[in-house]
Every structure is written in C-alpha cells, then in structure tokens.
C-alpha cells in the first residue's frame, strides 16, 4: 500500500479499472474554471424575472381604515352642524379584509378589496355611494399588513414575518430588516423560496454578484443558514485532514496551503487532482463522457492540474 496515495499514472488508469468507481479526468483549464464559475450556485439563475417588485395590493387578513368626504355638510356622512369641527368627513372604524376578499362600507355594501390597489377600492367605494352622498370621496390606507408579508428564518437576529415595502426591497435589504446574518458571512447561506421553487446561494455572492440580490415579493420565504465550507486534503500534502475554507472563496493554491503544501520527498507537483461531483449538464458541459455513464444526479470527476 502506498503511503502517500496512489501514483498520478494510476489515478490516470483507474477510470478503466472495472473494480473500481468510474470517474471522469478532465485537465484544469481556464475553459474548465469558466463552465464551473458559470454553473456555480446562483439564486438569479432560478428566479430570472428582473422587474421590480409589484405593486402592494390588499389581501384577506389585512387591516384597512376607510375615511369619506363630502363636499358640504348635510350629506349622507356629515350633519348640517358639522360646522363645529373642521372637514366635512367620517372615519370608519377599523376593519379586516374578510375570507371573502370584501370590507363593508355602510350605505355602499360590500365593496372587493383583495387582490385591489388603495386607489381601485376608493373608486370602489366613491362608485357605490354616488346617488347616495354629496359628492362622496373616498381615502383608504393600510393599516395591518397580513397578506403581503415575506418571511425570513433562520440564522438571522431576528426571524420574523415582515410586512412587503412598497418600494421594494432586494434579499440584502429584508435580511438586515431581520437583524442581519447572526454567523461569520463566509460560512452562510441563503435560501429564496418562491412559488415552490428554491434558489441558494453563498451570502458572500449577494455582495459580489449584484445579480444574486434580486427584488423580493410577497410571500415569499427567505431561509438564512450556517453550512461551513470544508475540503478534504489527502495524498502527499504536509497535513491530511479536513480544513475550513475561512472564507467564501478558496483557490486551489490557498488550499494547498492550509494543508501545509506538498511533501518535497513524496509529492509529484504535475499532479494534483480535485475530485468532486457535479451536476450531469455540468459534466457534460466538460466533456465528461465516462462520469455521464454512470447513474445518479452527481457525476463524479477528477479535475487535475498540470
């Protein structure tokens, strides 16, 4: 056996050997390092629409205030002695959307209010009360935000259910809203949940990829957690072991580093391989016909570097 791991020239032949697991050798090449930064885990490759946040609309459970005007007094809100205090209008009390979308204006019934901006339920309620109150008008304002909420849990200071910003706010924004990432930035990650489908991405990459920090949206789930990134170092290095990457990033040479570099008595320095799995279309992409062979989601490769 060995003492310092396998010989290059059998980690060269080894993906022939029938008793063993077939593994794909690609050559580490700047064109290798673009399709693995290309394919690298990216929250904006999952959710790919780039327009702003929507507009805020009323949904069931919401707490709306209602206040209507009138032209004069006398009218069907304000009484002819209505003098005796400024303004020629009422505020309703009070009230939440109900299961069935709707808020209950007296004299005006019924009027919908999911799914409605503030502007399209005043128009609502001016409509309804026409033939009814002196030239009605009508000022409706959200007053308990339920149904346009984004959650965030996880490793964050406070994890919470935070009410939807009409003026938008990107994964970095609602994440300092929850009082910020409790872990070290390189050891965290972050999980957007939309519409069922999921997209994660280091939390380093918001700051350094401005593509991943896109715009969130009602409803949506945002899941702040701590994955410490390790690699394994083994053969002919100063140290055999399991390292932290103490960092988002790590290039094969800090690697080698921290793993105490190359025994000079024992190591080949032409020969240093990375072995990891990626996704099939990734292996594809490499031109990895041998791991393509083999079933399952991940394809197992040997990246080398000579």
Partial sequence: MPTSGPASSYVRAGQSDPESVHYALVRLTADTERVLVRNSRRIDRVFTDR???????FGIGDTVSVTLFESMAGGLFTPTEAGTRQ?????????????KGNITVPYGGSIRAAGRTP??????????????????????????????????????????????????????????????PKNPGFDTWVT????????????????????????VRPQDTVYVFTQPQTFLAMGASG??????????RLTLAEAMAKAGGLKDDHADPGSV???????REVAKQL???TALAIAGPLSPLSIFSI
């Avoid at 327009?51 to 609309?57: D, L, T, V």
């Avoid at 957007?192 to 939390?203: I, K, V």
């Fill in 51 to 57: 327009r702003g946040p929507p507009e805020i609309r």
């Fill in 87 to 99: 303004g020629n209008y009422v505020t309703l009390p009070n009230q939440a959307v109900n299961y």
């Fill in 119 to 180: 502007e399209e339920v005043q128009n609502a309620i001016v409509k309804s009360l026409q033939d009814r109150a002196i030239e009605p008008q009508a000022v409706v304002a959200l007053v308990d935000q339920k149904a346009t909420s984004i959650s965030v849990l996880g490793e964050v200071g406070t994890p919470a259910r935070l009410p939807a910003s009409a003026s938008g706010e990107r994964l970095l924004d609602i994440i300092t809203r929850a009082g910020g």
């Fill in 192 to 215: 957007l949940e939309r519409d069922g489908r999921q997209g994660t991405a280091p939390f380093g990459s918001l700051l350094s990829q401005p593509a991943n920090n896109i715009f």
């Fill in 239 to 248: 140290q055999q072991g399991q390292f932290s990457f103490g960092a988002w």
């Fill in 273 to 279: 391989f990375i072995y990891r799995g990626e996704p």
């Fill in 287 to 289: 031109s990895a016909s």
